[in-house]
């Protein structure tokens, strides 16, 4: 099916979101310095809940929470709203960026390998044509991590890559700069994106029903996406049967496409769209689907570390989890994650935005407990806000920022 420009927007920017959602104030929300509040679903929350999705308009919901040792997930609504297919905790959802901490993680593993070097410039690992320019050639990996390059979110139509700023000294939100260290990785591993993702992390903590590029058993188990209007608007859902044709065609699995096979696949998809890396699957930015069952596996991996073989250095992990750049006076960001300090301590989190998917994540790594929320609507902001708002106990400044 043709796809317009328009609705191929892989990145996520947060403009987007609904600017009027209720919310109650922080000072009514509970004291700071009482006992810690358990981030466990309450049977109200989940008997409300189907009701609160058909007053915001939201088709479905995943929802998956780890507190210590117990890991709970649960899906509610509709994950196909025509057909009244039920959410599961093995429905798939387009993840958006939400998995662009997965990717980081990886990275960072690279780092603790020795492959990878979080402060030596990009260019001198691949020298691309439209890299060459001053401010580029000094853009790093934890510049790229903690959307300090200076690059936009994504570009338009071809041009060069040119920060509009020193690297470092400002945030900018960019998957154009998450894309760069794709190809990067791509180089240095010498192997392809989407099976190094495997390698890396997926793999290894179990997360079967996962990956940066379409499978072939997530068509009977992929949720819709809706706009604002409950229309079907479906992207990744669309396109990635196209692309696993195109990849039977050419006799080469997703899973060992580089770069130069997704750029060279953009416009057997559709003519329209420019060879640009918005258009491209696997993108290390936004092509990540999953399930609200396997994201928690990765979760409960960053919030304990565990003797798989992948836990990251002491020292990695801790640069993980360091503010590298302020946002606000509640907002910093880390290394692939934003980073939320207010009277109630101190948050990990992220919002992914693909077309019609909303999601959200918070991750306590002090006190080994986190919440995701999945949502295939472009309404789903009003429905994971209030969510996440009944579990934690507090409303969080990060839902202001996007």
Avoid: C
């Amino acid at each position: 099916m043709p796809l317009s420009r328009r609705h191929f927007l892989l990145g996520s920017t947060g403009a987007v979101l609904l600017s009027a959602r209720p919310r109650g104030a922080w000072p009514l929300q509970a004291a700071a310095g009482a006992a810690p509040h358990l981030w466990q679903p309450n049977a109200d929350l989940l008997r409300s809940l189907p009701r609160l999705l058909e007053l915001a308009s939201v088709p479905g919901l995943a929802l998956g929470i780890v507190d210590g040792k117990q890991v709970w997930h649960r899906g509610f609504g509709d994950a196909i709203e025509e057909s009244g297919r039920p959410v599961s905790e093995e429905t798939v959802f387009e993840a958006a960026s939400l998995g662009k901490p997965v990717f980081a993680y990886a990275m960072l593993r690279l780092v603790d390998a020795g492959v990878l070097d979080l402060d030596r410039p990009l260019y001198d690992y691949l020298p691309l044509p439209e890299t060459n320019n001053t401010r580029m050639r000094r853009v790093t990996a934890r510049h790229a991590l903690s959307h300090t390059t200076g690059l936009p979110n994504w570009r338009q139509r071809p041009s060069p890559l040119e920060p509009s700023f020193d690297p470092g000294s400002r945030f900018s939100y960019s998957g154009e700069g998450y894309f760069y260290l794709q190809r990067v990785a791509e180089k240095l591993t010498a192997k392809p994106f989407a099976r190094l993702m495997r390698e890396q992390v997926l793999d290894p903590l179990g997360m079967k029903q996962s990956g940066y590029v379409w499978q072939s058993d997530f068509g009977s188990r992929m949720a819709a996406g809706y706009d604002g209007q409950e229309k079907r608007l479906d992207v990744q859902g669309a396109i990635g049967p196209i692309i696993h044709g195109i990849a039977h065609e050419w006799g080469k699995p997703l899973i060992d496409w580089r770069y130069e096979d997704y750029s060279r696949a953009v416009q057997l998809v559709n003519p329209d769209w420019p060879v640009l890396p918005l258009y491209m699957v696997p993108n290390a930015a936004a092509s990540l689907l999953t399930t609200v069952s396997d994201y928690t596996l990765f979760l409960t991996h960053v919030l304990t570390p565990s003797e798989s073989g992948i836990a990251l250095s002491p020292a990695m992990r801790k640069q993980m989890l360091s503010p590298q750049i302020r946002l606000n006076s509640a907002l910093q960001w880390g290394l692939g994650w934003g980073i939320q300090r207010d009277e109630y301590g101190e948050v990990l989190w992220h919002w992914g935005a693909n077309n019609s998917f909303r999601n959200f994540v918070i991750a306590d790594a002090v006190n080994g407990r986190a919440i995701v929320v999945f949502t295939n609507s472009e309404n789903g902001p009003r429905i994971y806000e209030r969510v996440i708002v009944a579990v934690t106990g507090h409303d969080h400044p990060a839902f202001l920022w996007i």
